[in-house]
């Protein structure tokens, strides 16, 4: 039987992002434009729709972490809080397979998605262009680095949890722009807005939210005597 990813995609907005207090009419719409089981493993088409994170690469044998397409409610929440107008221009650190890269694409003016994974990249790039999200440029950097060739941005998006957002992505924040991250792991995290004015950067805690991690940024162990 196959499966109808309409009229799933309609459920997941309705009993995932609606009940979790996001109100904003172009992200719900965002999210039901957005076909989700494009940009998941073949083997997991069927899952896309679940109030889950699904894994969409491994961990290797070599140590780089597992990846995942962050659940619907969160990303939802994150992406409201971005609050994203049409005609900004969004870097987005860690799309993975471009899912966030797709909805992010239907609310901004343009959209430039950082993947550290080549092979993740790669097919981001391919499913992007497969469906015609044409304002999205895909790029293969360390996520820690952001992209400051094409700086400055309105918004700076964080597709997980980390331990801290680097000064170089504050770097590239435009006057006025804002940076949304998950700041801590699991039932630690919280979810922070970060706006600069005149130069100056401040954040602020907005809501508690468990999402995987983004690898590469750790804090480094310090040792105490």
Known sequence: MTADFHDLRTKMVDNQIRTTDVTNIAVLDAFLAVPREEFVPSARRDLAYIDEDILVKPASPVGEAARYLMEPSPFAKLVQLAA???GDVVLDIGTGTGYSAAVLSRLASSIIAVESDSDLAAEATAKLSELGYDNVVIVTAPLTEGYP????????????????????LFDQLKDGGRLVAVEGYGNAGVA???????????????FNLAVKPLPGFARAPQFEF
Request: avoid cysteine.
């Open 149 to 168: 060739s094409e700086a400055p941005y309105d918004v700076i998006i964080l597709e997980g949890a980390v331990d801290f957002v680097p000064d170089a």
């Open 84 to 86: 994203i107008e049409p």
């Open 192 to 206: 922070k807005l970060y706006v600069k004015d005149d130069g100056i950067t401040s954040g602020r805690r907005a």
